[in-house]
């Protein structure tokens, strides 16, 4: 598998029933994760990973990924409010090289944007103090990215 994204156009016939995405939201201390359904419709906070050194990230990731027969990787962009791309997108794109050859999956860069506002602003309103939003609040973050790109998934013909 080469280290380069693919879209959701190329991603969907490689998917197969009982089969799972496994949505990241990667910051620079922690990794929030988020899965699919096995019907590819719903996301769901998983966890948060505490970042360590790539290669123990990365191991977790191979767990994971095992454990749950995730199938393919959505990933969150995090690209300026312009759409042009800074440090933390090269960063996110350097994950996404590194990564390939330990976990041959198929990799979509998904727009990020926003997701983290929008993941605070539903666990606000779910009346979960600062504390508690800040264990949660990048899994969420990632169940956000993921579930956009399974809308999107569920619109291709």
């Given at each position: 598998?080469s280290?380069?994204?693919?879209?959701?156009e190329d991603?969907?016939?490689r998917?197969?029933?009982?089969?799972r995405?496994?949505?990241?939201d990667?910051?620079?201390?922690?990794?929030?994760?988020?899965?699919?359904?096995v019907?590819?419709r719903?996301?769901?906070?998983?966890?948060?990973?505490?970042?360590?050194?790539?290669?123990?990230?990365?191991?977790?990731?191979?767990?994971?990924?095992?454990?749950f027969?995730?199938?393919?990787l959505v990933?969150?962009?995090?690209?300026?409010?312009?759409?042009?791309?800074?440090?933390?997108?090269q960063a996110?794109r350097?994950f996404?090289?590194?990564?390939a050859p330990?976990?041959p999956?198929?990799?979509?860069?998904?727009?990020?944007?926003?997701?983290t506002?929008?993941?605070?602003?539903?666990?606000?309103?779910?009346?979960?103090?600062r504390?508690?939003?800040?264990?949660?609040?990048?899994?969420t973050a990632?169940a956000?990215i993921?579930q956009?790109?399974?809308?999107r998934?569920?619109?291709?013909?």
């Amino acid at each position: 598998m080469s280290a380069a994204p693919v879209s959701l156009e190329d991603l969907k016939p490689r998917l197969t029933r009982g089969g799972r995405l496994l949505g990241l939201d990667l910051g620079t201390k922690t990794i929030g994760l988020a899965l699919s359904d096995v019907e590819f419709r719903i996301a769901t906070s998983l966890r948060t990973l505490k970042r360590l050194k790539f290669r123990e990230d990365a191991a977790e990731l191979v767990r994971i990924a095992g454990e749950f027969g995730v199938q393919g990787l959505v990933i969150g962009l995090p690209l300026n409010m312009d759409g042009t791309e800074g440090p933390r997108a090269q960063a996110t794109r350097a994950f996404v090289r590194n990564l390939a050859p330990l976990l041959p999956l198929p990799v979509v860069l998904w727009d990020e944007r926003l997701s983290t506002v929008a993941a605070e602003r539903v666990l606000i309103a779910a009346d979960l103090s600062r504390a508690k939003r800040g264990a949660v609040i990048d899994a969420t973050a990632a169940a956000f990215i993921l579930q956009g790109a399974l809308d999107r998934l569920a619109r291709l013909a």
